[in-house]
T-cell receptor, first 111, second 109 residues
Framework: DAGVTQSPTHLIKTRGQQVTLRCSPK?????VSWYQQALGQGPQFIFQYYEEEERQRGNFPDRFSGHQFPNYSSELNVNALLLGDSALYLC??????????FGPGTRLLVL | DAKTTQPPSMDCAEGRAANLPCNHSTISGNEYVYWYRQIHSQGPQYIIH???NNETNEMASLIITEDRKSSTLILPHATLRDTAVYYCIVHPGNTPLVFGKGTRLSVIA
């Protein structure tokens, strides 16, 4: 049984560009949450998707958007990239509100 | 803000038990205590969680005090691969996980 998978593993972008990160949940999970982890900090909640809708959102600007597909996979989109968006982006999946399991993350570097 | 307090760092000798404390004095009745760990540059790994009773799985044991204001994660025989940042999180289930700074555990040969 594959765990949570994320792609790509690493990404380099320049300021002003847009990026899309992808996440496939564990088998049987229907909920996907996204977190941002800056260097030396704990993960910070961005938003959560359930039944293809954003269910909860953290304190992140509208430049951060997402989508969940019928197969429960999810995308995180970030527009107009800033240097401060450089971070490890983590996806976690769960069955509804149960235990969240994290993927390996996508490391984004904005130059 | 995180509702837990953990020591910033701890050392443990390889093969000995690692006991990681966590204070959560404002925990609510419906909040679980969750433990995750994060090995350098990897995604957080779920370890264990509990509500009131002590819990044990193949990775660790979780001891929760009777008043639920503190808990201890026990790794019975620490190995070098257990070196990581350990996060204690109180979580009712229907809200996002809120991570604090965690405890950096160093297992020493």
């Amino acid at each position: 049984d594959a765990g949570v998978t994320q792609s790509p593993t690493h990404l380099i972008k320049t300021r002003g560009q847009q990026v899309t990160l992808r996440c496939s949940p564990k088998s049987g999970h229907d909920t996907v949450s996204w977190y941002q982890q800056a260097l030396g900090q704990g993960p910070q909640f961005i938003f959560q998707y359930y039944e293809e809708e954003e269910r909860q959102r953290g304190n992140f600007p509208d430049r951060f958007s997402g989508h969940q597909f019928p197969n429960y996979s999810s995308e995180l989109n970030v527009n107009a990239l800033l240097l401060g968006d450089s971070a490890l982006y983590l996806c976690a999946s769960s069955f509804s509100f149960e235990t969240q399991y994290f993927g390996p993350g996508t490391r984004l570097l904005v130059l | 803000d995180a509702k837990t307090t953990q020591p910033p760092s701890m050392d443990c000798a390889e093969g000995r038990a690692a006991n990681l404390p966590c204070n959560h004095s404002t925990i609510s009745g419906n909040e679980y205590v969750y433990w995750y760990r994060q090995i350098h540059s990897q995604g957080p790994q779920y370890i264990i969680h509990g509500l009131k009773n002590n819990e044990t799985n193949e990775m660790a044991s979780l001891i929760i005090t009777e008043d639920r204001k503190s808990s201890t994660l026990i790794l019975p025989h620490a190995t070098l691969r257990d070196t990581a940042v350990y996060y204690c999180i109180v979580h009712p289930g229907n809200t996002p996980l809120v991570f604090g700074k965690g405890t950096r555990l160093s297992v020493i040969a």
